[in-house]
């Protein structure tokens, strides 16, 4: 299926209800189902599973908090998206258990509810960690944080956070205090920096001295991202977070964007040529063997001429799904265009490669794929070489020659030149 995670959408106005619906399907990727009342939302949440829930505060069976009461003890993370709210309300809300409030006042605020759902699916393996010499600090910080679905740390000091650190490599965002003995939060920045830079680990200083201004100049010269002043303010502290979290994914998209295909999130061919001729260098020189694969989706025109682009879109990425589950990851598997794969395979025999293609040509064979209430079948042709030739654009183009022939022959198998 082309949904893998579901959002659960409360509200009433069908016009907005549908506006979310498609926003949320077409933007994000994600499968929506909807409901008008509270009492529907919890028969709902009772047999089914949400990554994340938006939903309205005024419902035929409910209103204000009462919405949220209802749907907290199911721990999923909450945006409520309300008309008007007031400030009563908002103190209230704030201390409940919700990711954050939206106010439905301009084109903008869905933006921003596509914006929290996105980091909820971007971060659902992300770890924090909090250090501070203060327990009560720590506990104070933690209760904030722990709206975003992530994992929590917490330290004392800065050589704890640093052993923390080291075997908890999947932590992107530190939150550390200045004032700690032992190791203070420059000190404890500059170790981090000398492995992790700037744009692959998050470190937002706090600090509650009364030289704020050169402290925060002092450390966003160290290598810092960001900086908090105490008393921390929970709903600016979440939404600096996220922020900050949110740029370290804006940066690996753009550097990942260089080499991967933007639909079926493959290698791209610049990616296929830069390293795929080293392997194949090392093959000639070191005279370990590589075979190329070169693939086709058959009749993949018919596909899009008979379900649409969007349908053919979806059978690129099940077809890449297979392709990359099933190879190792010292082969190289790229998207060569249109509806063409190639795939390196590194330190293989023939043989070993053939069955490992006919593994995949019988996967794709036995897929179906559901779209719009439809479902539809693909079949794949291959042609594969362990010749080298004199470059790797010759190994590649000899496993296109095979290609040709194994459509020549009816397609859905595979040929060996």
Same mark, same amino acid.
């Given at each position: ?11 009433? %106005? ?9 926003? #949320? ?193 002092? @450390? ?120 063409? @794969? ?31 209430? #439809?479902? @539809? ?34 397609? %859905? ?5």
């Amino acid at each position: 299926m082309y949904f893998m995670k579901k959002v659960l959408i409360i509200e009433d %106005n069908k016009t907005i209800q549908l506006i979310e619906k498609t926003r #949320i399907e077409e933007d994000l990727h994600l499968e929506v189902e909807t409901c008008e009342t509270l009492e529907d939302s919890i028969a709902l949440l009772k047999n089914n599973s949400y990554l994340a829930i938006l939903a309205d505060l005024t419902l035929p069976d409910a209103t204000g908090t009462q919405v949220v009461d209802g749907i907290s003890r199911f721990n999923t993370p909450t945006i409520v998206f309300t008309g008007t709210i007031d400030s009563d309300l908002r103190r209230r809300l704030l201390k409940m258990k919700i990711l954050d409030y939206v106010i439905k006042d301009n084109p903008g605020s869905l933006d921003y509810v596509l914006r929290l759902i996105q980091f909820i699916v971007n971060n659902q393996n992300t770890a924090i960690m909090i250090v501070d010499d203060s327990k009560t600090a720590r506990y104070d910080l933690a209760y904030a944080i722990k709206r975003i679905p992530v994992e929590i740390f917490q330290a004392k000091d800065g050589e704890e956070a640093l052993e923390i650190l080291e075997v908890n490599p999947h932590i992107r965002l530190i939150l550390t205090d200045q004032e700690m003995p032992k190791m203070g939060g420059i000190k404890l920045l500059q170790k981090i920096r000398r492995k992790h830079s700037i744009n692959e680990l998050v470190v937002i200083g706090t600090s509650g001295s009364n030289d704020k201004s050169d402290l925060t100049i002092d @450390f966003l010269k160290s290598g810092g991202n960001d900086f908090i002043t105490k008393p921390i303010v929970h709903e600016e502290l979440l939404t600096r977070v996220i922020s900050n979290i949110e740029m370290l994914d804006y940066i690996k998209i753009a550097k990942e964007s260089a080499v991967r295909d933007f639909l079926t999130g493959l290698y791209n061919r610049r990616y296929l040529y830069d390293a795929g001729t080293q392997l194949f260098e090392n093959g000639k020189r070191k005279n370990f063997n590589i075979v190329a694969c070169m693939l086709d989706i058959d009749f993949f025109k018919k596909v899009n001429d008979t379900y649409g682009h969007y349908a053919g879109d979806l059978a690129l990425k099940e077809v890449s799904s297979i392709l990359e589950k099933s190879l190792r990851g010292t082969d190289i598997v790229s998207r060569f265009g249109g509806e063409e @794969f190639c795939i390196i395979l590194s330190n293989s025999s023939l043989d070993d490669a053939h069955m490992v293609m006919e593994k995949i040509r019988k996967g794709i064979e036995a897929l179906t794929i559901e779209y719009n209430e #439809i479902t @539809f079948k693909v079949t794949i042709s291959i042609g594969m070489t362990q010749t080298l030739g004199h470059t790797l654009s010759d190994m590649i183009s000899i496993a296109d020659t095979a290609l040709y022939k194994a459509k020549e022959s009816g397609r %859905n198998c595979i040929v060996i030149e």
